[in-house]
Each structure stands twice: as structure tokens, then as C-alpha cells.
């Protein structure tokens, strides 16, 4: 039962490189969403997908990159890493109730 | 657009009391609201939602929130806390026709013993 899984966990990188945080679900849901979590401003909603083909940006997408060619995947891309861009990182799949289910995390640094 | 403040930052609460954790909405229909609880380390889990109907729902681990259309408010409560629900606390709403969340900035509680 592995739900939204997340990798990698915890990645640094240096200001200028490029890097790929992935997200799998296995409840076959639709809509997938990526968040930013950083201290005193809770979540925000990074870019998201309503089904695969589809994607759309949220309240801070600039820097990110998003594709949704499978159902299961929903990868996020930093083009361009910049010290703004540490944070933890969530990914979040849900039905069409709007209830969403989390991942574990990724914990990125940009030096 | 919709928003949601969490007034208070940390709350402290000693183990076997009551707690309150306050959460205003603003939207401009009837809201899907929802309160996630984040332990440490851990990704999000959700503890209860409220769609329609009896305003008082209850959720998971003896939490339960009201919802107050006058005072646009879902805070949520728990009797008697436990040492295991010191964690943040985060209030978020949707719209039924929309998947998107918005959440407030979260609410830490410590519990003493």
C-alpha cells in the first residue's frame, strides 16, 4: 500500500544545477500537486495536474517545471537551481473530492 | 480568491487538557474545509473535512471541528490532548468544483507533561 512515494528525500545542489524530484501514486487518482513548504507561510501550491496531458501552474511556479505523461507520475523539475528554491517539497494526489494525499517529503538545499 | 489565516503560531498545552486551534476561512461560496496534522519529518495526514451538512464533524484521533458560516471559522478541538499530538496543524479550504487547496500557515503545538 505505498500511496504518493517521493524521491529522493533529502538532495543539495549547487546555485545553476538542474535537478528531477519525482512523485508516483498508486490509487490511480487524476489530479496530482506539487507544494513548497517553508516556515510561517504553511503550503503553496507549486504546479498541478487534473489528469495526464494536463498540467497548470499554482500561486509559485516560476523556476519549476512540470509533465504529466502517466497517470502514476508527476514529476517536478528545477531548470536552474537558486537559493529561494530551498525548501521541502510535497507532492499530493487526490479523487475528485478534493481531499488530498500526501508524500513523505523531499528536502531540498541550493547553495 | 480563497485564503486562510491560523491565528496563532504555537500553542502550548499541557497533556490531559483541552485544545483549540483556531482557523478563519474567506471564500466566497460554501467551502470543502479541512484540517492536516504534520508530524515531524512527516508528510501531511488529514484529520478530518468538512463538505456539507452537520456542521460538527469528527475525525480521526478524538479530534472534531465545527464549522461557523457567520463567523467564517473551522477550529478545531480536542479534550483531552496526549503527548503524541504535539505536531503542526494546518487548515486548508477547496471548492467543490476545484481541486486545488489553499492552506494557512499552520498552528505548532508542544504538549508538557
Known amino acids: 500500500n505505498a500511496g504518493v512515494t517521493q524521491t529522493p528525500k533529502f538532495q543539495v545542489l549547487k546555485t545553476g544545477q538542474s535537478m528531477t524530484l519525482q512523485c508516483a501514486q498508486d490509487?490511480?487518482?487524476?489530479?496530482m500537486s506539487w507544494y513548497r513548504q517553508d516556515p510561517g507561510m504553511g503550503l503553496r501550491l507549486i504546479h498541478y495536474?487534473?489528469?495526464?496531458?494536463?498540467?497548470d501552474q499554482g500561486e509559485v511556479p516560476n523556476g519549476y517545471n512540470v509533465s504529466r505523461s502517466t497517470t502514476e507520475d508527476f514529476p517536478l523539475r528545477l531548470l536552474s537551481a537558486a537559493p529561494s528554491q530551498t525548501s521541502v517539497y510535497f507532492c499530493?494526489?487526490?479523487?475528485?473530492?478534493?481531499?488530498?494525499?500526501f508524500g513523505e517529503g523531499s528536502r531540498l538545499t541550493v547553495l | 480568491a480563497q485564503s486562510v489565516t491560523q491565528p496563532d503560531i504555537h500553542i502550548t498545552v499541557s497533556e490531559g487538557a483541552s485544545l483549540e486551534l483556531r482557523c478563519n476561512y474567506s471564500?466566497?461560496?460554501?467551502?470543502?474545509l479541512f484540517w492536516y496534522v504534520q508530524s515531524p519529518g512527516q508528510g501531511l495526514q488529514l484529520l478530518l473535512k468538512?463538505?456539507?451538512?452537520?456542521?460538527l464533524v469528527q475525525g480521526i484521533k478524538g479530534f472534531e471541528a465545527e464549522f461557523k458560516r457567520s463567523q467564517s471559522s473551522f477550529n478545531l478541538r480536542k479534550p483531552s490532548v496526549h503527548w503524541s499530538d504535539a505536531a503542526e496543524y494546518f487548515c486548508?479550504?477547496?471548492?467543490?468544483?476545484?481541486?486545488?487547496?489553499?492552506f494557512g500557515a499552520g498552528t505548532t503545538v508542544t504538549v508538557r507533561a
Open positions: 486548508a479550504v477547496g471548492a467543490s468544483d476545484d481541486y486545488k487547496l489553499s
Open positions: 490509487m490511480n487518482h487524476e489530479y
Open positions: 471564500y466566497g461560496a460554501t467551502p470543502y
Open positions: 499530493a494526489s487526490s479523487y475528485e473530492t478534493g481531499e488530498l494525499f
Open positions: 468538512y463538505f456539507s451538512g452537520d456542521t
Open positions: 495536474s487534473v489528469g495526464a496531458g494536463i498540467t
